[in-house]
């Protein structure tokens, strides 16, 4: 077997990108074709090399880190970006945790969908294959590389990653620790490549790199998955902003409501299961309101509230505008509204909700189900925060991304969302009747 090592840093020509995008989708689709052979067994222990190395070499993963965080303040990026950008200890050890989380799941390849032997004798099984060459695209958080390759890895495929620029020492840093271990196993180099991200078209060039990509995934802000999914000729995975909601309901028990709205916003609100916005049932909003607001302002968090919720909190709340209602903050900011019904709630939640994660927290069984229902969103919570949805909260060790499309894959996905299927017929002999 013959690898090639190109440094993932490489600057290369604007006029040569594309060919050098092309190129390298071509390594990967040759990767791919090796990684499909493996067995778990094999995938397992790389997957565990892996997560070892990330921890043996934090300090590399660091010193790059630190020096893309001073570029990043320097440059201006908000603190909720500068959270999302950040690791440390905690955050690398997570990151391996994910790999060897994802080493203990079933390889969802060559399992047998559907089968039958029909009349004629032919048998006909649907298994489960690789999808190919996975291209993300994504902003900000640099534990995504290692989260998107250890998916792809497990699941037989090859990962093309286009992170941020904000992110490209770390990101780099840990590709380079990913393809050593590659080495350690004989296995290609290729397998896991990280593209050019100072200049945007590297972006364009993978997303129409239509038959060397086989599925792309944008996960980011609303303006990178849009751009991806409009202007994509390789199949895409559309992933969602979180504009999530949290409905308080007239028959919440107050201090449970207390607590995963709280959670819901304060835990991390820099990331897309946060809360941005909460709903109060009118009959409870003058006990409860002003237990939220305090619970929320002693969290650090900013309120911009409707009129009802400004007369309870009166200058301390910022008056709520249109845009508000649709805001993914990625901040300490959460809007508030007061509402009339559980089906004003459905209604406000119907009218701007990402499709993300929506919740509600209600002792009353029949509102609770009327709720998962009629909300249309990728997951729905009761009585639990909006934190819970990620993928490795679900069992799925890492997530490649949330997806809140309708089509193929619907919210964390992982290993199973990154296979497509295979029909093998066995005959022996057999041959379709001239004229049948």
Avoid at 344 to 373: K, N
């Amino acid at each position: 077997m013959t690898v090639t090592q190109t440094p993932s840093t490489a600057q290369e020509p604007r006029d040569d990108l594309r060919e050098h995008v092309r190129d390298a989708a071509r390594r990967s689709k040759r990767a791919a074709a090796e990684l499909a052979l493996l067995n778990r067994g094999t995938k397992d222990r790389l997957l565990h090399a892996m997560a070892d190395a990330l921890v043996r070499r934090a300090p590399e993963v660091l010193e790059a880190n630190e020096r893309d965080i001073a570029a990043g303040r320097e440059s201006g990026l908000s603190e909720a970006l500068i959270d999302r950008l950040t690791l440390n200890t905690g955050r690398i050890e997570s990151m391996a945790d994910g790999l060897r989380t994802v080493a203990g799941l079933p390889d969802p390849v060559g399992e047998v969908l559907r089968g039958q032997v029909l009349p004629n004798g032919l048998q006909l099984r649907q298994v489960r294959v690789p999808l190919g060459v996975v291209g993300m695209v994504y902003e900000g958080r640099p534990n995504v590389t290692v989260d998107a390759a250890g998916l792809a890895l497990k699941s037989g495929n090859s990962a093309l990653l286009r992170g941020s620029s904000s992110a490209a020492r770390s990101n780099d840093a840990e590709v380079r620790i990913l393809r050593d271990v590659l080495a350690e196993f004989d296995l290609p180099l290729d397998a896991v490549q990280l593209l050019p991200s100072e200049d945007r078209a590297s972006v364009q060039h993978l997303i129409t790199a239509r038959g060397l990509v086989d599925v792309v995934i944008p996960r980011g802000g609303a303006g990178l998955i849009q751009a991806v999914v409009e202007n994509a000729t390789v199949p895409a995975i559309e992933t969602g902003v979180g504009n999530c909601h949290v409905y308080v309901d007239r028959a919440a028990d107050q201090d449970t409501a207390l607590e995963v709205l709280v959670n819901s916003k304060a835990r991390r609100p820099s990331v897309c299961n946060s809360a941005e916005t909460f709903l109060v049932h009118s009959e409870i909003a003058d006990e409860f309101l002003p237990r939220a607001l305090a619970a929320l302002a002693e969290a650090g968090v900013t309120v911009h509230g409707d009129e009802r919720v400004r007369a309870t909190g009166g200058e301390d709340v910022v008056p709520a505008t249109e845009e508000d209602w649709d805001a993914e903050y990625l901040s300490l900011d959460i809007a508030a509204k007061v509402v009339d019904s559980l089906d004003d709630a459905v209604e406000h939640i119907r009218e701007h909700s990402s499709a993300h994660t929506e919740a509600i927290v209600s002792a009353d069984y029949r509102a609770t189900q009327r709720f998962t229902a009629q909300v249309d969103a990728a997951a729905v919570m009761v009585n639990a925060s909006t934190a819970f949805t990620d993928g490795g909260e679900f069992g799925m060790g890492a997530e490649i991304g949330i997806s809140t499309q309708k089509l193929h894959a619907r919210g964390p996905m992982a290993l199973p969302e990154l296979t497509s299927t295979k029909w093998i017929a066995y005959g022996d002999g057999h041959v379709r009747p001239t004229g049948s």
